[in-house]
């Protein structure tokens, strides 16, 4: 039976709301006056679903809806607008709230709309269940040479190790800065052929360069594939352009203080000191990385 917690300042509001939501005899109904005596009522017992007028005294229902998303980010809020608060409705929709209903249509709408966002939520909570038993996930992408595409492509790979718990946020970023980096360096050094001299010496021609090649043959035809291998101990990942490659022994040492200010040498630094283990192909085409999670163990043989 789900919980629904009904906040409005008028009794006479509250109650109509209440009678309209009570038509689905299954959910249990529990009311509050403003935005603090909801986060009160929360507190105490957490409902499956908040309904929140807008204008309130003591904490408005923006304000709600910001608590709520920061404290309790699994319950859903359906906000109630009236006429001249749309821009205010738009806010907290931006804030995190789940739906609104006008309260000109509460009796058309607040139902059918009740109903919609449980049934969302319990979709997610749902998944969220079933992912506890997930045990491995793998990714694996084909892209064109457009720097572009990095964030994205990032963020999809974050997230799918934040379903693991892999690392707290320092280590997220850090693994962040790492694959970009790797990913930077198959583009533009494997499928495109830039050097990183030349990126230190004019780094306007060299991102021109990069630009015109992008569409001319052979470069335009090389694609850049990456596969991410996730389980609750490690995330590896592999990257691999099809590029001449090159020799990974003649590598200049990035720890060198001789080298650090180097352009150059600045993507194997980050990419060594972030991640647990580096390694290239022979080829010089391929890097393969590896992080263990942060709660695990540190294999003894992990070399970088």
């Known amino acids: 039976m789900p919980r629904i917690l009904i906040v409005d300042d008028s009794a006479t509001d509250r109650c109509m709301v209440g009678s309209l939501v009570a038509q689905d005899t299954r959910a249990e109904i529990a009311y509050a006056f403003d935005g603090l005596d909801a986060l009160a009522a929360i507190s105490r017992q957490r409902p499956d679903l908040v309904i ?4 309130m005294p003591r904490m408005n229902g923006l304000e709600l809806t910001a608590e709520v998303r920061r404290g309790f980010p ?3 809020i359906i906000l109630m607008t009236s006429q001249g608060n749309e821009e205010i409705a738009v806010e907290a929709l931006q804030r995190g709230a789940a739906s609104y209903v006008s309260k000109s249509k509460l009796a058309v709408k607040m139902l059918d709309t009740v109903q919609m966002v449980l049934a969302a939520s319990d979709r997610l909570q749902s998944q969220a269940r079933l992912e506890r038993y997930l045990v491995r996930s793998r990714r694996e992408f084909v892209l064109e040479n457009d720097p572009s595409l990095f964030g994205p492509l990032l963020a999809c790979l ?4 934040d379903r693991f718990q892999l690392w707290d946020d320092s280590e997220r970023t850090r693994v962040g800065i790492a694959l970009q980096e790797a990913l930077t360096n198959a583009v533009f050094h494997g499928n495109l052929e830039l050097s990183g001299a030349m990126r230190e010496e004019d780094e306007d021609a060299y991102h021109s360069l990069a630009v015109l090649r ?6 335009a035809e090389r694609q850049l594939r990456v596969e991410a291998d996730f389980s609750h101990t490690e995330a590896r990942f592999v990257i691999r352009d099809e590029g001449p490659g090159f020799n990974p022994q003649l590598l200049p040492d990035p720890t060198d203080p001789a080298n650090l200010e180097r352009v150059s040498g600045r993507g194997i630094l980050l990419m060594r000191t972030f991640m647990d283990k ?12 590896a992080k263990f999670a942060c709660r695990s163990a540190r294999p003894e043989t992990a070399d970088k």
């Open 214 to 219: 992008r569409h001319q043959s052979p470069y």
């Open 158 to 161: 974050q997230e799918e190790s």
């Open 52 to 55: 929140t007028d807008l204008v």
């Open 278 to 289: 580096v390694e290239f192909n022979q080829m010089g085409n391929q890097v393969a990385m």
């Open 74 to 76: 699994g319950v859903p």
